[in-house]
Antibody, heavy 117, light 112 residues
Framework: EVQVLESGGGLVQPGESLRLSCAAS????????MTWVRQAPGKGLDWVSTVSSTGETFYADSVKGRFTISRDISKNTLFLQLNSLRVEDTAIYYCARGYGTDSFDYWGQGTLVTVSS | EIVLTQTPLSSPVTLGQPASISCRSN???????????LSWLQQRPGQPPRLLIY???TRFSGVSDRFSGSGAGTDFTLKISRVEADDVGVYYCMQATQFPRTFGQGTKVEIK
């Protein structure tokens, strides 16, 4: 059974860092693209970053230079390093399987990141 | 950046009646490989998004055949043939023809 499970969210102050994890099971991470999507409270879906099956990375302009997507194939785990966090980064961060062209077919429950002073 | 505009933003529907959601793009979603990467997702209250339809009209595994997608170029539609109580939620279209991936604003489907 395909599953993805996020962890690592929490409450941080502006300017601080956080690392989110997404543990994948039921498939091999290096055979699929993987994506992070976020959702601010009461708002719509906002694409954050994608890593292709070959390791190419893509970022939304709003996070470029601050967030880094990576993966540990041996642990079948996806990461999102969030640096220089801003209040407007407050959101539920979802991990989803997919590069996008076949959409994002499996989603985790999400992990909440709150940036507040 | 490709902008997707959904209409309506809210759709009160009577149980058993059909519902239709439009998604319009500000540029063609036909990729250089000839395919169109437009998908539809459902988000029930308090739940993560769930894939319904990808590549315009292909239903994802396990999705009811009450859901259908159609369209081409810049205009796309999601139809629910007979709305059930379980269909309540927000529906999003999403494009993956270009980076950045973008979503429509969402359409809230509720029971009248």
């Amino acid at each position: 059974e395909v599953q993805v499970l996020e962890s690592g969210g929490g409450l941080v102050q502006p300017g601080e860092s956080l690392r989110l994890s997404c543990a994948a099971s039921g498939f091999a991470l290096n055979t699929y693209g993987m994506t992070w999507v976020r959702q601010a409270p009461g708002k719509g879906l906002d694409w954050v970053s994608t890593v292709s099956s070959t390791g190419e990375t893509f970022y939304a302009d709003s996070v470029k230079g601050r967030f880094t997507i990576s993966r540990d194939i041996s642990k079948n785990t996806l990461f999102l390093q969030l640096n220089s966090l801003r209040v407007e980064d407050t959101a539920i961060y979802y991990c989803a399987r997919g590069y996008g062209t076949d959409s994002f077919d499996y989603w985790g429950q999400g992990t909440l990141v709150t940036v507040s002073s | 950046e490709i902008v997707l505009t959904q209409t309506p933003l809210s759709s009160p529907v009577t149980l058993g009646q059909p519902a239709s959601i439009s998604c319009r793009s500000n540029e063609s979603l036909v990729h250089s490989d000839g395919k169109t990467f437009l998908s539809w997702l459902q988000q029930r209250p308090g739940q993560p998004p769930r894939l319904l339809i990808y590549k315009v009209s292909t239903r994802f595994s396990g999705v009811s055949d009450r859901f259908s997608g159609s369209g081409a170029g810049t205009d796309f539609t999601l139809k629910i043939s007979r709305v059930e109580a379980d269909d309540v939620g927000v529906y999003y279209c999403m494009q993956a023809t270009q980076f950045p991936r973008t979503f429509g604003q969402g359409t809230k489907v509720e029971i009248k």
